[in-house]
């Protein structure tokens, strides 16, 4: 498996009413906890006055980095909803943030959960669900005169250079898709003067 399934932007502020409450959506493409961090401190300075600011995520290929959050909600009836809707979705690599202004009436458990379910399925349709291909990096030395091939080499694979230090010996770094791993650490092994080593 070398690729997932995600969003391809954000989506903000979608609208559901329950019962006088306001129940607002988000959704987030994140890679990392720093931008998941950043995507929760947006919404929560962009709606200080909120009841709740519930969430769930999933981060890695298969949505091994998760959590779903209540904040102050009866257990298990806010922040599960919203995670069951990216299972259902089939996508990872994403935050869902429901904010709650409360109206007035209580919904009882019952009617939290469908309402947060209802408000994380309602922004995530509004989303372009697609699929995204794994990537690593390499860090590749080899000699100045060498450059020309490297360059070859990586234009085939699709490589993309982040970073090249022209030197008498050389450093680039690229990024490219996990699946090409092995045939790209073919072809160097068999160069002369040339290491490299991936970055994860």
Not at 3 to 20: A, C, M, S
Not at 29 to 48: F, G, I, S
């Amino acid at each position: 498996m070398h690729e997932y399934k995600t969003i391809d932007q954000p989506v903000e502020n979608t609208l559901i009413k329950e019962k006088g409450s306001k129940f607002i959506g988000f959704a987030y493409p994140v890679n990392n906890e720093d931008e998941l961090k950043d995507a929760l401190e947006k919404v929560r300075t962009e709606h200080p006055k909120a009841t709740h600011h519930c969430y769930a995520f999933r981060i890695g290929l298969n949505g091994e980095n998760y959590r779903a959050n209540d904040d102050g909600e009866p257990s298990g009836s806010a922040g599960l909803p919203i995670y069951n809707q990216l299972l259902a979705h089939e996508i990872t690599n994403v935050l869902v943030i429901v904010v709650r202004y409360y109206g007035g009436t209580k919904l009882g458990v019952s009617g939290l959960v469908k309402a947060y379910k209802e408000s994380a399925k309602f922004t995530l349709e509004e989303t372009a669900i697609i699929t995204r291909e794994l990537e690593t990096e390499i860090e590749i030395q080899f000699s100045f005169s060498q450059q020309n091939t490297i360059f070859t080499l990586l234009s085939k694979f699709d490589a993309k250079v982040l970073n090249f230090d022209a030197d008498e010996n050389c450093i680039l770094t690229a990024s490219l898709k996990l699946a090409q791993k092995e045939n790209i650490s073919d072809k160097l092994s068999e160069m002369q003067y040339v290491s490299f080593e991936f970055k994860d």
